[in-house]
């Protein structure tokens, strides 16, 4: 067995890797840059070093500062988690020259399955049917703008060497295909370093259905079930599942040993998904992760196996602990992907500092992995992800109702997040009752995004409530300021000063209140301490937990979160900005002027392009007009609300 292991990765893999080790008996070193200096999987390590600025390309992409901090501590392995320098066969090519184990497969494994197009060429000598596209090598733009055409539209674009939808646009026309291609370019290299390009016809309608495959040293291979992975935006998944559901035996068999016959044609070893598209009966190979995957506790929970204890155990040359006779599922699990974004505006990422994490308690049927916590930072520098949320019960539609309670007490404060949209999505009729495709959460956005006005009301409630706890104490050396009222003949009749909100007002009795909204009057008793609060409200229990702070309010009720901004005496209401269009929507980095300074434009123009928690955004022109400035030269950092670009508005 190794002794000490460097696990090269930051956040919720980190103390992923961490968790299992330590139960392994093995010391555990952490690497860190200038931004998670105070983050969990450091805090958890029993090392811990410095490797770097903020941006992964100046820490947690450069191979050889990983290799001199195992050298420098001792460890005679390094896991590599996902993402980062998981599937960059350099790497796993240098640890091996510096005497160091490296924690997944072979670099001849990575670099056969790095190559989206070289894959294809694998896959299609062994007889693995593919979806029809161009995997070749010329990166000609008019060469590939030409098989794009004798494609036909639409098609999809994706980075050879990608993963997690970085990388990747669908193409709807021709007239869009040179502009898609060189953001794909640029999004491609700013996330994996090449940028080398793979075409395949859009297929329509299909379901994500993904293998986990595990290989030893020794020959053996076995897979360990199948998850499905469908519900996505902007092609990464939200909520996965294991085993995938309406397949029947013949065919999860017949997928299963095709995922082993992917990794025997590579001579793999370790951990590794090979992922398909599923049409009705046929399946297309996509690609194959050379990696542990994000959704891989979805497969420990129905199996049995940790992963990550098997990824070890291969990597110190034993033998599998199982044979696929002896692999067994039961039961489903499912996992819900926690993000910091807010899905009412199209996923847009968001960065601050968690004011309050509260989660469900962990269990047999509950396992939360997480690599933050109250206080931590969401820096716009890493990916957005939060958390991951799995569930295990018996049937399906068992976890699912787990899933549906367990997000009710998921509770993030601070930035916009994702619970309230996962809660509308894994209560929804498309998913529980049938199987939805890829394009599900595309085509039921607006629904999905919906806020309940039932459980909004019981927010109102509950906020003003917390807002008149909080004033109770002030002033009352003079009793004309106690919420009692002292007054002849009059109650003290309280507004509740919401920007939002001018129909609540509230009357103290005592240890109770009575709030009149919208005409209605209510009473309440109320018990609260620094973060939940637990009210009677005309005899109905509810409970929530809420950050106050002097100009906010934060409750989150089930799953529910709403923002109560409160007025001061410098409160000015909101008014529309004419440039909004043209104001970062998020803290990230310039990386691309678009038009020449002096061009003319129409609204909805592209002018400038910034990058953001490894995404790309394009900002358009707020009217028809005339581009006179660039506020920021490319490669500058912005704050969420600067304004990029100004254009002076034709007329005007």
Known sequence: MLKKILIANRGEIACRVIKTAKRLGLKTVAVYSDADKNSLHVQQADEAYHIGAAPSKDSYLVSSKIIEVAKRSGADCIHPGYGFLSENCEFSRLCKE????????PESAIEAMGSKSRSKEIMAEANVPLVPGYYGHNQDESFLFEEANKMGYPILLKAAFGGGGKGMRIVNSEDEFMAMLASAKREAISGFGNDQMLLERYVTKPRHVEVQVFADNH??????????????????????????????????KEMGEAAVRCAQAINYQGAGTVEFLLCGDEFFFMEMNTRLQVEHPVTEMVTGVDLVEWQIRVASNETLALTQDDITLTGHSLEARIYAEDPSADFMPCSGVIKLLATPQNSKHIRIDTGVNT??????????????????DETRDLAIKRLQSALEEFHLAGFHCNVAFLHNLASHDGFVKTQPDTHFIDENQDELVKVDN??????NILASLVYLDSIKNQNCASPWNKQQGFRLNQDNNIKIPFTELSNISAVCNGASYSLTLDGQTITADIFINDTHINANIDGIKYTADYVLDQNQIELMYLATTHRYQLKDKHYVSDVENDDASLAAPLN???VKHLLELGSKVEKGDAIVVIEAMKMEYTLTAPYDGTLTSFCFDEGELVSHGDLLAI????GA
């Open 98 to 105: 510096n005497d160091i184990a490296f924690v997944g497969p």
């Open 219 to 252: 020959g053996n291979c076995v897979y360990l079930g199948d998850r499905d992975c469908s519900l996505q935006r902007r092609h990464q998944k939200v909520i996965e599942e294991a085993p995938a559901p309406q397949l029947s035996d013949k065919l999860r």
């Open 375 to 392: 206080g931590s930072e969401i820096s716009s520098f890493y990916d957005p992800m939060i958390a991951k949320l799995i569930v295990w």
């Open 454 to 459: 039932a459980d909004l009301e019981i927010c």
């Open 588 to 590: 990230g980095t310039v």
């Open 647 to 650: 254009v002076d508005q034709e």
